[in-house]
């Protein structure tokens, strides 16, 4: 397995599959910056040519997997090796993480692998762009594909404990908004079952069980750890960010009983409680 992007996400699964004995590599921009894991990280960007030994990492992976967010133009990652990955004799699958970013806000409604990508913003544009970049590379060369479009990712080191214990934690509210989650262990299982149960052109929503307001999670990491909850603001606030208050314009659910069925895949993090549960056992959040 080749992993293009070994950031939160890609680390998460390089791991599960270097625990079931998969040979596994992965790319980051500067790999000197990375140390002290077992995790063989080549160097892919934009103003640096391609390395042979990279070159030769794509020439003999058997599965692909791209979690690196898209630019205007798509796939960044897919534009530097689109050649070496359609003239591979070994490739038979493609992965790609994008987001349920390209569905519109359903004001609370709920969306399903069947639901129309409708999001207009140019963060869905372009997330949209990139799986069908993916899935084109796939089908000129007739192998299995999977695109999974994720809800905000967290899990340890990634959550509202981190974020009260360091004072960056933002404790915004709009009334009737709520949104799914999924652990990143989780989404490093349900990868693992799309590669074990792989189709083509395989469309995959993974979700908790409880989309919920991010003010309940809030308050629940502050209860964990002891935390007083940061002041309120209203998400429409001129204080809080753009980037922020774009955060806050989606509301949906997430119905992701095909995908399990499809995967033979449950969360082992059904709610954010047990996942935060389980960031505080191993030390996030404490003084």
């Known amino acids: 397995m080749l992993v293009l992007g070994l950031g939160y996400s890609g680390q998460a699964v390089a791991r599960r599959l270097l625990a079931q004995g998969v040979e596994v590599a992965g790319t980051v921009r500067d790999p000197a910056a990375h140390r002290g894991d077992a995790l063989l ?60 970013a390209v569905y519109a806000s359903r004001d609370g409604g709920w969306i399903d692998e069947a639901s129309l990508a409708d999001g207009t913003t140019p963060s869905a ?55 799914n989650r999924l652990h990143v262990e989780d989404l490093a299982d349900v990868v693992m079952a799309a590669l074990q149960h792989p189709q083509p052109a395989g ?33 429409d606030d001129p204080a809080v960010s753009p980037s922020l208050r774009r955060f806050y314009e989606g509301n949906k659910r997430i119905d992701s009983r095909r995908t399990r069925a499809m995967l033979q895949w449950q969360p082992r993090f059904p709610s954010y ?5 389980d960031a505080w056992e191993q030390g996030d959040g404490r003084r």
């Open 273 to 277: 409680r047990e996942g935060l549960q």
């Open 125 to 179: 544009l372009q997330r949209l762009h990139a799986e069908r970049q993916w899935q084109a590379l796939a089908s000129e060369r007739g192998i299995d594909s999977a695109v999974f479009r994720l809800p905000g990712l967290y899990g340890r080191g990634r959550n509202a404990l981190v974020q009260l214990a360091a004072g960056r934690a933002r404790h915004v509210v709009r009334a009737g908004l709520v949104f």
């Open 203 to 235: 469309l995959y929503l993974p979700a908790d069980d409880e989309p919920a307001p991010p003010q309940e999670v809030l308050a629940y990491a502050a209860q964990l750890g002891g935390y007083a909850l940061p002041a309120q603001q209203q998400w």
């Open 41 to 100: 990280r080549h160097r892919l960007a934009a103003d640096h040519p391609l390395d042979p030994p990279l070159l030769d990492m794509v020439a003999r992976a058997e599965a692909v997997l791209c979690t690196i967010p898209p630019d205007a133009d798509g796939d960044p990652a897919l534009r530097q090796l689109r050649d070496a990955l359609a003239s591979s004799t070994s490739l038979r699958w493609a992965g790609y993480l994008s987001s349920t």
